[in-house]
T-cell receptor, first 113, second 115 residues
Framework: GAVVSQHPSRVICKSGTSVKIECRSL??????MFWYRQFPKQSLMLMAT?????????EQGVEKDKFLINHASLTLSTLTVTSAHPEDSSFYICSVRGFTEAFFGQGTRLTVV | GDSVTQMEGPVTLSEEAFLTINCTYT??????LFWYVQYPGEGLQLLLKATKADDKGSNKGFEATYRKETTSFHLEKGSVQVSDSAVYFC??????????????FGTGTQLKVEL
């Protein structure tokens, strides 16, 4: 069964609106979760590390005010894309690290029109 | 910094054909290497891994050998099936293990297997 559940799998939103993506760890408590972004024909790029009960750590070049991350519990992290624009259209994936391997959600395809 | 380069897809093969997906890497130290697979509509799943030079990872008929001299970790399978159709990602973790450490991914290679 799935270890990580990500929702929604697809979302279309209007430019200027905000979109929230949820990532749930189903099998164990995760103090740390990771958010990736993938453009077509490009690698998965780590955007930020979500830390339960504290601020997220963002990778260089990622706007923290645009990509709001909340990790309020040991099983849930959310990524909110604020004031979305067409260039934010992408595939977003969350990940939870176990002791020896990483587990991934099924991804969210965001399209901003 | 760390990087992973894998062959571009899509790769289309007939069932029972031999598969090779090339992957090379650049990293400091002694990274661990991984292949992840993403089936349609699902998340990435670990397919196999190798944590040191000359290790061979294997799973579900897939194999990959950690070649330090050529900085490569090519994925192979002797006879593919339609059910192997998916996107395959090569990745490395420069601090080893792959549990709590940062993963660097290749671009992914889409494989389509036809009857």
């Amino acid at each position: 069964g799935a270890v990580v559940s990500q929702h929604p799998s697809r979302v279309i939103c209007k430019s200027g609106t905000s979109v929230k993506i949820e990532c749930r760890s189903l099998d164990f408590q995760a103090t740390t979760m990771f958010w990736y972004r993938q453009f077509p024909k490009q690698s998965l790029m780590l955007m930020a590390t979500s830390n339960e009960g504290s601020k997220a750590t963002y990778e260089q070049g990622v706007e923290k005010d645009k990509f709001l991350i909340n990790h309020a519990s040991l099983t849930l992290s959310t990524l909110t894309v604020t004031s979305a624009h067409p260039e934010d259209s992408s595939f977003y994936i969350c990940s939870v690290r176990g002791f020896t391997e990483a587990f991934f959600g099924q991804g969210t395809r965001l399209t901003v029109v | 910094g760390d990087s992973v380069t894998q062959m571009e897809g899509p790769v289309t093969l007939s069932e029972e054909a031999f598969l090779t997906i090339n992957c090379t890497y650049t990293a400091t130290g002694y990274p661990s290497l991984f292949w992840y697979v993403q089936y349609p509509g699902e998340g990435l799943q670990l397919l196999l891994k190798a944590t040191k030079a000359d290790d061979k990872g294997s799973n579900k008929g897939f194999e990959a050998t950690y070649r330090k001299e050529t900085t490569s970790f090519h994925l192979e399978k002797g006879s593919v099936q339609v059910s192997d159709s998916a996107v395959y990602f090569c990745a490395l973790s420069s601090s080893g293990g792959g549990g709590g450490n940062k993963l660097t991914f290749g671009t992914g290679t889409q494989l389509k297997v036809e009857l």
